[in-house]
């Protein structure tokens, strides 16, 4: 099966002397301003509500008492956490174990101090809070706010606990840890509070639930569909916060176009119904303007939408057998791209390598294996024809469907066949299920990552030239995969103006695919004697894969990136992230977190506050 945004790292014996390290440092307001549209000034009065935050051992740091007193109402959902690294930095042999352990995304997940990726090396390293609240209801969100406000706290989210930048951790700080608010329930006609629209059939979801539980409930059981991500073991709030693909955004769009609703307790404790007609502004920013920035969601409702009758996938590698047959497999391989598959019915990969190879993995809707061959056949005949520059490893299983009902159902044959995989852990819901591809990402230390939006107008057939040069030539520095389900080019108009209404960056709309490059390398964490991160090199990989984000970017012009799969350390993130409709956050979040209680890297508003969130400058 195809899993969607997984990691992979392809090794360059050429890769150059490394440059100099970007700077960590975030980028000042004046900066930044520079390449955004105007930013709204910074009123005396507000910040003069943004004050440092306290970490433990400051005089201001809560008293044992007062961190009692919120354990009293809290009901016993308050508790200090423990790292459990020390333990291997000690050499002791439970090391062993949890480094085993940690290629389970739901072990990670059901621990408090851990976090589904451990790192990225320059950048942060997973580290836990000095404390956590295992919210169970919104009473318990609301009294996390109002503690964290009140005492000047650094106050963390986490749900499914899968951020890149390190948005669901932060050391000294207060973490709402929303993972038991699961609650899945199915409307048959529901209508967002206070408006008058018609009933639609849809799906409210906790805040902690995670993709292949909602799966189950709306598809597996309930047959329907609901657009999430690809990777079943993500988090349902976070990915709509940041936007939201799936394999099948080509046909739904964003899961932040399927909002319908949104319950969310925002800076001064109030949980709030944010929807098209209550707090429309706010509905608008939860859209897509980043996880942890306005607010903590508690509960999401989304549109459920009719079932295709069947999903597929198409699954083969093709290796050139020249530097100059790679570049007309390439020409060959976008050609067919944007005659028969920018459509709604085809998402997922197309990747390129620097050995010269193509990888196609990608997913289908709304065609049977018969019809999905067909619109195959011509590429498979311009290869078969070219034996001399071509050779193609084609899997007895290259063109499969299943009913699209049993897609995410871990039947027996799936499992015999490796296809899906189940939490290994015993007692463990029989749910608990997910892609082996995705199983690369579980305590994963990344390297280096970057995300471009390629704009369909590359597809033009006096540009498409262009367009080839610049990924053969991102290739010869590093991998790079086409995630054609992640710009929404090719799908239906009515999927299109539902994104145009999220705080996205309007790029994603004109795209035909997001360019991702990454490297990453299994469990490892700094102090632990040998499993210590890769750091010399992590930095050679991460400028060669700087160096094929310089090719694309080229012939793309201003670039845009998706927030949730993006550099940590992307210059003018504000721009990449959100385009024109920065400066429309900016008011949203002064509106609802005027003291700058919710902050995270890259977060809307961050930029006069220090890396780790701490001291306002």
Known sequence: MIAAGTIWALSHPDSAPMPSLIDTGRRRLIQAAASIPVLPRLSTARAATMVDRVRPGDPQWPAPEQWQELGNRLRGALQQVHSPWPACRAGAAACTDLFRRAKNPYFLGDEVALTQTLGWVDAWTSSPSAYAIEARSTSDVVAGVNFAREHRLRLVVKGGGHSYQGTSNAQDSLLVWTRRMDAVQMHDAFVPAHCASAPVRAVSVGAGALWSHVYDAVTTRGGGYVQGGGCMTVGVAGLVLGGGFGSFSKRFGLAAGSLLEAEVVTADGTPRIA??????????????????????????????????????????????????????????????????LMNPHWGEQIRLRPDNSLAVSMVFQGLDRGEAAIVW?????????????????????????????????????????????????????????????????????????????????????????????????????WGVSLHVNKGLAGAPPEAIAAARETAMNPAAMEAFALAISGAEEQPAYPGVVGHEPHVDQARERRAAIGRARDELRRVVGKAGSYVSESDYFEDNWQGAFWGANYPRLLEVKAKYDPGGLFFVHHGVGTERWTEDGFRFI
Request: aromatic share 10%; proline share 6%.
């Open 275 to 340: 929807n098209a007609c209550t707090h429309p502004d706010l509905f608008w920013a939860l859209k897509g303007g980043g996880g942890g920035s306005f607010g903590v969601v508690t509960r999401l409702t989304l549109r459920v939408h009719e079932l295709p009758d069947t999903f597929g996938a198409v699954n083969f590698t093709v290796r050139a057998r020249s530097a100059d047959a790679f570049r007309r497999l390439v020409r060959m391989a976008i050609d067919h791209y944007a005659e028969r």
């Open 377 to 477: 056949q011509p590429f498979f005949d311009a290869l078969e024809a070219a034996p001399q520059d071509f050779s193609v490893d084609f899997s007895p299983l290259k063109v499969v469907s299943t009913s699209a009902r049993t897609f995410w159902s871990p039947t027996l044959l799936k499992r015999t066949l490796g296809f899906i995989r189940r939490d290994d852990r015993p007692g463990a819901p029989e749910g608990n299920v997910f892609w082996p591809g995705d199983q690369g990402q579980a305590g994963q230390v990344l390297h280096g990552y970057q995300s471009t939006w390629l704009p369909a107008t590359l597809l033009q057939r006096d540009r498409r030239g262009a367009l080839c040069d610049a990924l053969v030539a991102a290739s010869r520095q």
